[in-house]
């Protein structure tokens, strides 16, 4: 058998790719950077997103099943829609369970989306991350082919990828490891949320690969159990109290320092302000649900597992500015490491009122500063 993985080096991409080889699968990944081929595995270098590359690789051998971790601009989605479906027997698509609108009761994979029913006009103006995917799920619906399969994970946690609200690891865990105050607010902390270890996610996604049943099929996979942000931060800052012998300071603001210079915050508005609470019995016909990881026993181990090799991708020293001001830290300048974002840092955290204009300023005038 074999599988194309677009994107495949993230979180849940490398959990799939061992899944896979252990079943005998070969497996092909594309990555942006040099990776030595192991096992039944080949590496190809190339970016998924450029259409030409892409054409190269779809028609180097027959594939079984295309995995797209790859995040496409709707119109990005429709120039290759096609190419990619007519180059598999299986397309399988990830989309995101952040499509779905509010919901009082479990979600299922037929609710109503935020596309379908949102009145904010401003808002689906966009092409904001759930009504992108909405729109490209849509676009298989219209296409008429059925060799599709959707998935709509939920948040995903892993060794590389702890979740904090809206904030990454880098927004939040970077700062409690260099001594300063963790910044979060009762807004988000006190709503419910559906955490799913990615290695249980790709479980389930294994069971569907190749699997004619679910061709044409949507499918929410998540977590059964539910905790508040609050109980996640908890689990968090027992494991880092054990680990520094001393427990992180926290600041909760009563509502997320985002809003103060970021408008708007869909991501919070139309996500992390409902309580997400899913209803899984669709892929529980091909995997056992009850075999995941609880959330609070799940993140405990990979932050266990962060912390005993701790590498962090970029830092928003903006972010940090802000979270600075609000609570009294103050970020060594010899920690920031170029010119361009020691400049922005100071800037921002002596005028965190201008926030959002000095972030445009540096964006567009960071080549000056090469």
Known sequence: MEVLILGGTGAMGIHLIEHLIKKGVHVTVTSRKDRKNVNNVTYVKGNARDVNFLKKLLVSRDWDTIVDFMVYSTEEFRERVELLLKSTKQYMFLSSA????????????????????????????????????????????????????????????????????????????????????????????????????AFDVVTAMVQLIGNERAYGEIFNITASKVYTWNEVLSVYLDVLEEKLHKRPQVLMLEKSITFRFREPQYSILYDRYYNRIFDNQKIRKFVKTDNFYDAKVGIRNCLYAFLSNPIFHDISWYLEALNDRVSGCRTPLSEIPSFHHKIGYLLIYIFPQYYKYIVKIFHYGKSLFK
Not at 164 to 180: I, N
């Open 98 to 197: 952040r499509v779905y609108a509010d919901s009082k009761e479990p979600i299922k994979e037929d609710f109503p989306r935020l596309l379908d029913v949102s009145k904010d006009g401003t808002f689906l103006q966009t092409d904001e991350y759930p009504l992108s995917k909405a729109r490209e799920e849509n676009i298989f619906f219209e296409f008429g082919c059925k060799n599709y399969t959707i998935i709509r994970p939920y948040i995903t946690f892993s060794e590389i990828r702890l979740q904090l609200g809206v904030f990454e690891k880098e927004d939040w865990l970077y700062r409690a490891l260099h001594g300063r105050t963790i910044v979060f607010s009762k807004d988000i902390g006190e709503r419910f949320t559906t955490l799913t270890y």
